[in-house]
């Protein structure tokens, strides 16, 4: 089963601008998670926000989390063509340590 | 630590024959999850372990799944018998499984059932 599903599904933005992806989730969480995988490639961890926080920044990347109206948002400042990827949110809840994804957003970065 | 190590990393099966797909978690893991992916489907959970106890197998579609972990540094995925319909990417992803950490994945198991 998904609990969290990101909006929109696919994105193209010029390299340069600022990109945004938003997930909704379903049930109550401890964490929420963004991920990135690359064509072909295992997912890769990119930041992980508690349901305590509202806001955290890891270099170009910011997440927002509302847990009253159970959504975040991913925003990848000044992109560049590297950045040309799937990007998952993920939930965990605090009865087990189990992590549900989405179905992702597929970015394209145009040169 | 050399990560998540799947194997194979591709997998060619005529319908009707068996699969087994490996899983070496990062060392000190103690929870590891198998995810399958498609297009259709989005990454799916079919079953995660803590402690080497399959705590989760709710996510697994048939009796034709099982999977093990005998061991910390080991687990399988079998599929018997393989069908088209399971033709797929499968992850392996292991977490220190503490407070919700976060899960490494390995680089996947390309399946495909002719």
């Known amino acids: 089963s998904q609990q969290g599903e990101e909006d929109p599904q696919a994105l193209s933005i010029q390299e340069g601008e600022n990109a945004t992806m938003n997930c909704s989730y379903k049930t109550s969480i401890n964490n929420l998670q963004w991920y990135r995988q690359n064509s072909g490639r295992g997912l890769v961890h990119l930041i992980l926000?508690?349901?305590?926080?509202r806001e955290k920044h890891s270099g170009r990347l910011r997440v927002t989390l509302d847990t009253s109206k159970k959504s975040s948002s991913l925003l990848i400042t000044a992109s560049r063509a590297a950045d040309t990827a799937s990007y998952f949110c993920?939930?965990?809840?605090?009865?087990?340590?189990?992590?549900?994804f989405g179905k992702g957003t597929r970015l394209h970065i145009l040169p | 630590d050399a990560g998540v190590i799947q194997s194979p990393r591709h997998e060619v099966t005529e319908m009707g024959q068996e699969v087994t797909l490996r899983c070496k978690p990062i060392?000190?893991?103690?929870?590891l999850f198998w995810y399958r992916q498609t297009m259709m489907r989005g990454l799916e959970l079919l079953i995660y372990f803590n402690n080497n106890v399959p705590i989760d197998d709710s996510g697994m579609p048939e009796d034709r799944f099982s999977a093990k972990m005998p061991n910390a540094s080991f687990s399988t995925l079998k599929i018997q018998p393989s069908e088209p319909r399971d033709s797929a990417v499968y992850f392996c992803?292991?977490?220190?499984?503490?407070?919700?950490?976060?899960?490494?994945f390995g680089q996947g198991t390309r399946l495909t059932v002719v």
């Open positions: 926000i508690r349901s305590n926080e």
């Open positions: 993920a939930t965990a809840t605090n009865r087990d340590d189990k992590i549900i």
């Open positions: 992803a292991s977490s220190l499984g503490y407070m919700n950490t976060e899960a490494f």
């Open positions: 060392s000190g893991h103690n929870s």
